[in-house]
C-alpha cells in the first residue's frame, strides 16, 4: 500500500485523458490535488500551488477578461487599467513588480500565452486569447521550483484549464459596464458590452469545443499632456484657460492641460478546439485562435481660448502670465489593428501503466499589427494629415516540447524533457501622408532580432518514508541570440554579434506530513532570466545610438521558500516565508558619460527580497453558507548593490512598483443553491516607480499610489439554465495610480444562459 504522499505522486502524474477519468483528492497531505482537467503544473511538487474553480470564479469575480480570474490569488497583481487592457496588464507576484512582464509564466492548456519578446508593460500576456466562461480551473505555481519551465518562471506560472465537453453542452453570456469617472476636476462616462457564445460535444472518442466573443469597450483617459510649471513672462503668447495646477511625482508643480489615450476598443476572439482519444490514455489535441483588435486612441484639450473655444493648436501660449510651448503632437491620437494567430498541437500517453510520455507545439503570430500615429495637431490630423506606422508583421514565437515520465519504482517517479523556445522581433517604422488609412511612404528605422532557448531537464520524485516526499531537479538551458540589426534611414544599418550561452539551474523540494491536517513545505531553485529580443535589439535606430544594450547579463535568481500547511477538508491555512535574491537584475538605468543623461536597459548588480505570505480558506465560517477566501503577504525588496556611477543614490531603496504589503479576502454568502453574494476587498501598499525612489507622490500622473478597493456581486440562477450577476468594481471608489489612472467605481451586469 502506498503512502498518503505517494498515493498523492501517483494520483498527480496520471495525466488523465477525460474529465471522468480524472483524480478529485480533498486532501492528499503534502501533495494536493483537485479538479477534473488536468494541469499542465507539476502537482506532484512540495511547493506553493493556489488554484481557483470555474464555480468561485462565476460567484465571486466580475469578470469581464481572463486576467480577473486572479483578483484575489495571494501576492499577484494583475495591471487592468480597463476592460480589454491588451497592451499594459502584466502580472506582478512576490518579488516582481508590474513593469517585470517577463518573470513570470502564463499558460492555457499548457499553451504559453506570455510575450517574451521584450519585458515591460507592451509585452503583456495574450489574456485575450481564453474567454471567461472557458476557464475551468486557474492553477498558479509560485517560484522557479520546477525544472519544467525556463527562468521566466521566477515570480509565477500560471495555468488556465479550459472545458472539454464529456457531452452536448451550449452557452451564450452578455454584459455590460458603466464607470462615471471624474479626475482633476473632469468627468465624464465610459461604458462597453461583451457577448460571447459557445458550443461542444464529444462523441466516441472525439470531442470538440467551439466558442466566439466580442468585446467593445471605452476606457477612461490613461495619460495627460503635462508643462512643468515655469516663470517665462507671456510676451505675445497666446493666452488659454482651463489647465490644471498640480503637483508631479517628485513634488514639482506643473499643469495638466489634458486627457490623452482615451481608448475605444473592440476585441474580437474565435477559439476551436479538437481532441481524439486514439486508445486508451492517448489523446490528440488541437487548438486554433484568432484575435482580432480595433483600437482607437483619442485626445481632447482642457485648454479654451479667450472665446471659450477647445485650444489645441501649437505655438506659444500664456497660462496664468507665464509662456508655454505647445507641440504638434501634445494631443495624440492612436489607431491600432492587430489580427493575431494562435496554434497548438499536443500528444499525450496517460502515464497510469508505469510510463508516460507528451509531445507539444504552438505558435503564436503577429499576422497583423499596425499602430498609427499622426505628427500634425489636432483637429486637423481627425482627417488624415502626415503620421507614422509602426508594423510588428512577422513577430511571434514557436515552443515545440517533449516530456516522458517513468514510474521507476512503486514510491519513485522520474520526469524529463527537452524543449525549444524561438522568439522573432521584426519592427518598423515608417512615414505616412495619411496617418489614418494610408500606405507607407518613406521608412524611418527598423529593429530585428531573434532569441532561442534550448533546454533539457530532469526531475525525480520519490518518497523518502511514509511521511516524507522529496523531489530534485535540474534544467540544462542553451540560449542563444541572433539576427540583431537596427536600421535609419539617414544612418544606415547595424548589425549585432550573435551570443549563445549555457547554464544549469538546480531545483529541491521537501514535504513532511506532520500530522494528519499539518505538512511542511520546503523548497529552493536557481532561475536564470535571459534578455528578450526587444532588451537586446530595440533603440533609436542610429549608429550612434547608445540606447541599444546588445551586451546584456541574463537575470540569476536563488529564490527559497519554506511553508506550514494546514488543511482539515475544504478549510486551508498556510504560511510561507520566502527569500529571492536576484543578481544582475535588468532595469532601466542612466548611461555614465551622457550628456545630457540618457538611459537604457542595464544590469543592476542586487536585488534582495524576503517576506511572509499567508493564505485562509475557510467554508462555512461562523455560520453556514459563509466562505472566505483571504490572503496576507509582507515584502522587503530592497536593491543592495548597483555598480553605476550614476546610480549610487538606489542603494538601499526598494525595488520599483514592489509594495511591501498586500492583502485580499473574499467573502461569499451562498443563500441557497441558486443566489449567493461576495464582498472583496483589496490592499497594496504604497510603491514607487523609480529606482532610487524619488517619486513620494503616487496619487498623480505617472505615480505608483498605494490603494484598497473593495468589489461586491451577486448571481441569480433564476431559472435551471439561466443566470443573472450584478457586481460594482472598486465600490468605494478609490482614485489610485500604476503610473495611469486605475478604473473607478464601475457597476457591471450580465446573463448567461447555459444548456
Excluded at 332 to 356: C, I
Amino acid at each position: 500500500m502506498l503512502s498518503r504522499p505517494c498515493a498523492a505522486l501517483a494520483a498527480a502524474l496520471a495525466l488523465p485523458a477525460t474529465a471522468q477519468e480524472a483524480v478529485s483528492v480533498a486532501n492528499a497531505g503534502i501533495v494536493t490535488v483537485t479538479g477534473s482537467q488536468p494541469s499542465s503544473l507539476p502537482g506532484y511538487l512540495p511547493t506553493t500551488i493556489e488554484g481557483i474553480g470555474a464555480a468561485e470564479i462565476a460567484t465571486r469575480i466580475n469578470a469581464t477578461d481572463s486576467e480577473d480570474a486572479l483578483k484575489y490569488f495571494p501576492s499577484l497583481l494583475v495591471r487592468k487599467r480597463y476592460p480589454g487592457d491588451y497592451n499594459h496588464a502584466v502580472l506582478s507576484s512576490r518579488a516582481s513588480g508590474t513593469g517585470n512582464s517577463a518573470r513570470s509564466m502564463v499558460f492555457a492548456d499548457g499553451i504559453l500565452l506570455s510575450n517574451f519578446l521584450g519585458n515591460g508593460a507592451g509585452f503583456t500576456p495574450r489574456w485575450g486569447l481564453v474567454g471567461p466562461e472557458e476557464i475551468e480551473r486557474v492553477d498558479v505555481l509560485y517560484g522557479p521550483f520546477s525544472a519544467a519551465y525556463p527562468g521566466n518562471s521566477v515570480g509565477a506560472v500560471v495555468d488556465y484549464v479550459t472545458r472539454l465537453p464529456q457531452k452536448f453542452e451550449a452557452h451564450a453570456r452578455v454584459g455590460l459596464f458603466v464607470q462615471p469617472f471624474d479626475l482633476y476636476g473632469h468627468s465624464d462616462t465610459y461604458s462597453g458590452w461583451h457577448a460571447s457564445a459557445s458550443l461542444g460535444d464529444r462523441a466516441g472518442a472525439f470531442s470538440w469545443w467551439l466558442s466566439l466573443s466580442r468585446l467593445d469597450s471605452e476606457g477612461q483617459p490613461l495619460t495627460f499632456p503635462t508643462k512643468v510649471k515655469g516663470s517665462t513672462a507671456a510676451g505675445s503668447a497666446t493666452p488659454v484657460s482651463g489647465a490644471v495646477l498640480d503637483k508631479d511625482k517628485s513634488e514639482i508643480p506643473w499643469y495638466l492641460l489634458g486627457a490623452g489615450t482615451i481608448y475605444d476598443t473592440v476585441q474580437d476572439t474565435a477559439k476551436l478546439k479538437l481532441a481524439y482519444e486514439f486508445a486508451p490514455g492517448l489523446r490528440g489535441q488541437a487548438t486554433l485562435g484568432l484575435w482580432r483588435n480595433d483600437a482607437s486612441g483619442q485626445s481632447e484639450s482642457w485648454l479654451k481660448d479667450a472665446a471659450g473655444n477647445p485650444f489645441y493648436t501649437p505655438g506659444a501660449v500664456a497660462i496664468d502670465g507665464n509662456a508655454y510651448t505647445l507641440g504638434a503632437t501634445d494631443f495624440n491620437q492612436t489607431r491600432d489593428a492587430l489580427q493575431h494567430r494562435l496554434a497548438g498541437l499536443s500528444l499525450k500517453q496517460r502515464a497510469d501503466a508505469g510510463f508516460g510520455w507528451e509531445l507539444t507545439a504552438s505558435g503564436y503570430s503577429y499576422a497583423k499589427d499596425t499602430s498609427r500615429t499622426p505628427t500634425v495637431a489636432k483637429p486637423a490630423a481627425d482627417a488624415g494629415g502626415a503620421g507614422r506606422i509602426t508594423t510588428l508583421d512577422g513577430t511571434g514565437w514557436t515552443t515545440l516540447g517533449a516530456r516522458v515520465q517513468w514510474q521507476a519504482l512503486p514510491q519513485h517517479k522520474l520526469e524529463a524533457g527537452l524543449q525549444r523556445d524561438t522568439y522573432r522581433w521584426r519592427q518598423r517604422l515608417d512615414n505616412a501622408a495619411d496617418w489614418i488609412g494610408g500606405a507607407p511612404t518613406t521608412p524611418i528605422s527598423s529593429f530585428v532580432g531573434d532569441t532561442r532557448l534550448t533546454s533539457l531537464y530532469l526531475q525525480d520524485a520519490w518518497s523518502l518514508a511514509s511521511d516524507w516526499t522529496a523531489v530534485l531537479g535540474a534544467r540544462h538551458e542553451h540560449w542563444q541570440a541572433f539576427g540583431g540589426r537596427k536600421t535609419s534611414s539617414a544612418d544606415g544599418s547595424v548589425d549585432f554579434a550573435a551570443r549563445s550561452e549555457s547554464w544549469v539551474s538546480p531545483k529541491a523540494a521537501i514535504g513532511w506530513q506532520a500530522s494528519e491536517a499539518w505538512s511542511l513545505k520546503l523548497a529552493t531553485g536557481r532561475a536564470i532570466r535571459t534578455p528578450t529580443a526587444g532588451e537586446l535589439f530595440q533603440g533609436r535606430g542610429i549608429a550612434t545610438d547608445l540606447t541599444t544594450n546588445p551586451d546584456l547579463k541574463p537575470e540569476k535568481s536563488w529564490t527559497s521558500e519554506l511553508s506550514a500547511e494546514q488543511v482539515q477538508g475544504a478549510d486551508r491555512w498556510r504560511v510561507t516565508l520566502f527569500r529571492e535574491i536576484t543578481t544582475d537584475a535588468l532595469y532601466s538605468q542612466p548611461i555614465p558619460g551622457t550628456t545630457p543623461v540618457v538611459s537604457n536597459v542595464q544590469n543592476i548588480d542586487r536585488i534582495r527580497t524576503w517576506g511572509l505570505e499567508t493564505a485562509l480558506e475557510r467554508r462555512d465560517l461562523f455560520v453556514k453558507g459563509v466562505d472566505l477566501a483571504a490572503s496576507w503577504t509582507y515584502a522587503d525588496s530592497t536593491i543592495t548593490e548597483n555598480a553605476n556611477p550614476l546610480a549610487a543614490d538606489t542603494i538601499g531603496k526598494q525595488q520599483p512598483r514592489v509594495p511591501r504589503i498586500r492583502a485580499s479576502a473574499a467573502l461569499t454568502w451562498r443563500a441557497s443553491d441558486t443566489l449567493s453574494a461576495t464582498y472583496g476587498l483589496r490592499y497594496g501598499s504604497r510603491q514607487y516607480g523609480t529606482l532610487n525612489n524619488s517619486d513620494p507622490n503616487g496619487f498623480t500622473y505617472q505615480g505608483f499610489s498605494k490603494y484598497f478597493t473593495t468589489d461586491a456581486r451577486v448571481t441569480w440562477k433564476f431559472m435551471p439554465q439561466w443566470t443573472a450577476a450584478f457586481g460594482v468594481y472598486n465600490l468605494n471608489n478609490y482614485q489610485y495610480w500604476n503610473f495611469h489612472p486605475y478604473p473607478q467605481r464601475t457597476y457591471s451586469a450580465e446573463l448567461r444562459f447555459d444548456l
